[in-house]
């Protein structure tokens, strides 16, 4: 692909600028930026991505990895409603979801540890788990403050901070997981997924390509429930005093 021809994909942008000012959205600055972001940061990496592929040293991956897992924390965060000192449980849940899904991967000799297996998965792995800790954060404190005469309640019956908000907590894991779960059901029927369609615009077979799709369906099931879980068990602590007193 050309750069002209990203140049005339700008019309595509073009259209929802359109759209938000003659319906007054507001959104064209944030369209522009994000416009402006996506090209800038994608080109980096592209580049980068180079780099770390002609050395082929493992040092370079994992620094890859571990930045890529920061940034998705702290953008995690700043979706997460304004629930402070959060960072370092999504810390730990994205990172646990991708070191212990890439760690399934290259243990059980699934993909090689080289970066063109090994950084875009995990791009996927990552993203992924943004996504859903950030849709647990936000549903358990939705959960928490559409139940709190119910969770009071029990508090005042003698119930513990994780026995009253149980059910918020299932609400919230449940949501954050229901994603990937339709997506493995209308998969081939509704959308052919990105890497899929990637694989076959780079010439591969559509066979191949569909099994590695698969792979990557799958390898988010596990991803996704780990990373909702662990923001799940230690977020909802956030919203109970050490007297396992609600505060919202």
């Known amino acids: 692909m050309t750069y002209f021809s990203l140049l005339l994909a700008l019309s595509f942008v073009l259209v929802a600028v359109i759209i938000s000012f003659k319906e007054k959205l507001d959104l064209e600055r944030d369209l522009l930026v994000g416009t402006v972001r996506a090209f800038v940061q994608l080109m980096v990496v592209g580049y980068v991505l180079e780099f770390i592929f002609a050395l082929e040293k493992w040092p370079y991956i994992v620094a890859m990895l ?26 730990l849940a994205i990172g646990a979801g991708e070191l212990v899904t890439m760690g399934m991967l290259l243990g059980l000799g699934i993909i090689p540890f080289q970066p063109q297996y090994v950084i875009p998965i995990s791009g996927m792995i990552i993203g992924n788990s943004m996504v859903a800790s950030a849709l647990t954060l936000n549903r358990i404190k939705a959960e ?13 019956l003698g119930a513990t901070a994780r026995q009253a908000s149980g059910t918020s907590l299932q609400a919230a894991v449940k949501s954050a997981m229901i994603p990937t779960i339709d997506s493995m059901k209308t998969v081939g029927l509704v959308q052919l997924p990105g890497m899929m ?32 879980m662990t923001v799940g068990f230690f977020a909802y602590r956030k919203f109970f005093t050490e007297r396992h007193q609600l505060v919202l």
Not at 66 to 90: K, T
Not at 144 to 156: A, H, S, T
Not at 220 to 227: D, E, G, K, R
């Open 197 to 228: 369609t990637g694989l076959i615009i780079g010439g591969a077979s559509p066979v191949e390509a569909v099994k590695y799709q698969i792979l990557v369906l799958f390898m988010l099931t596990t991803a996704v429930s780990l990373t909702a």
């Open 66 to 91: 571990v930045f890529m897992v920061l940034v998705a924390a702290r953008n995690a965060e700043n979706r997460g409603q304004g629930i402070r000192n959060v960072f370092p449980i999504l810390l």
């Open 144 to 156: 928490l403050e559409n139940r709190r005469e119910e969770i009071q309640v029990l508090l005042g």
